[in-house]
């Protein structure tokens, strides 16, 4: 289940405004790298243009080793996560975290089997007839993971996935994505502009300024041998 996946000389413009420059970037089956910059470089851009939901300008992005471009978001096997949870409020968490198997029209049988794994996995087996708005944040947050994995996604994208919750859940939110990763296997690609989250999390980061990659390397690197003073300085940074 886990892939790799490969950005190619990839190049977004909105407008005249060039928000994604040169990314070229491979990221390893079963790694988690985290796209780490400021407000307004560009990283939900990125994420938006392998999950499909954004058409790069120019440049290619591989699956493992198809090309994914010019496939449709839902044809790309891939689960996202929000930092708002997107659920949809009239369905329970059992309908929500079974939707994207609904969608593909996969067998009862094996839509029952998925939707208890998935949610044993967050831990949410005994929620599964509560509605969204009889949840805490951090029940939502699981239950939106939860139907982002339930169909076994070659890679997982999260969009600052943390940023609603408060701190002690944060902490706790961070360790379950973690165990459920190494869990799983799975390729993940997290998006956030806190480095405390980037530092603890990730098996490499890529520090994203004004829409280009300055550096991806692991914590230790980006520490130790810091490219320019742009990552000593957001790195360096704390919250
Ligand atoms: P980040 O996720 O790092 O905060 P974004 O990828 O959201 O950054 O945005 C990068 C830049 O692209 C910003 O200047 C933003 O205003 C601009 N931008 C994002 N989406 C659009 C859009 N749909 N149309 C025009 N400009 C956009």
Redesign the pocket.
């Known amino acids: 289940m886990s892939t790799s996946l490969e950005m190619k000389n990839i190049q977004k413009f909105?407008?005249p405004?060039h928000?994604v420059k040169d990314f070229d970037l491979h990221i390893q089956p079963g790694e988690f790298v985290t796209f780490l910059?400021?407000?307004?470089?560009?990283?939900?851009?990125?994420l938006k243009m392998i999950a499909g939901f954004e058409t790069p300008t120019s440049g290619d992005i591989f699956l493992g080793t198809r090309s994914i471009v010019d496939l449709p978001a839902y044809e790309r096997g891939i689960g996202m996560v929000f930092q708002n949870y997107a659920l949809f409020p009239h369905m329970t968490v059992a309908e929500n975290v079974a939707f994207p198997l609904t969608v593909r029209k996969t067998p009862r049988k094996d839509v029952e089997e998925k939707l208890a794994k998935a949610l044993q996995l967050v831990k949410m087996d005994q929620y599964s007839s509560r509605y969204p708005n009889q949840l805490s944040g951090g029940q939502q947050q699981r239950i939106a993971l939860a139907r982002a994995i339930v169909f076994n996604p070659s890679i997982l994208l999260m969009d600052e996935p943390l940023g609603a919750l408060d701190r002690n859940l944060r902490e706790h939110m961070k360790i379950e994505i973690m165990r459920i990763q190494k869990e799983l296997n799975m390729t993940v690609v997290f998006?956030t502009h806190d480095q405390d989250e980037a530092l603890t999390m990730s098996d490499r980061i890529a520090v994203?300024n004004e829409?280009r990659l300055v550096q991806v390397d692991d914590s230790k690197g980006l520490y130790s041998k810091p490219k320019n003073r742009f990552v000593a300085s957001f790195v360096g940074e704390s919250n």
């Open positions: 909105y407008g405004l928000v910059g400021p407000s307004g470089s560009g990283k939900t851009t990125a998006v994203i829409g």
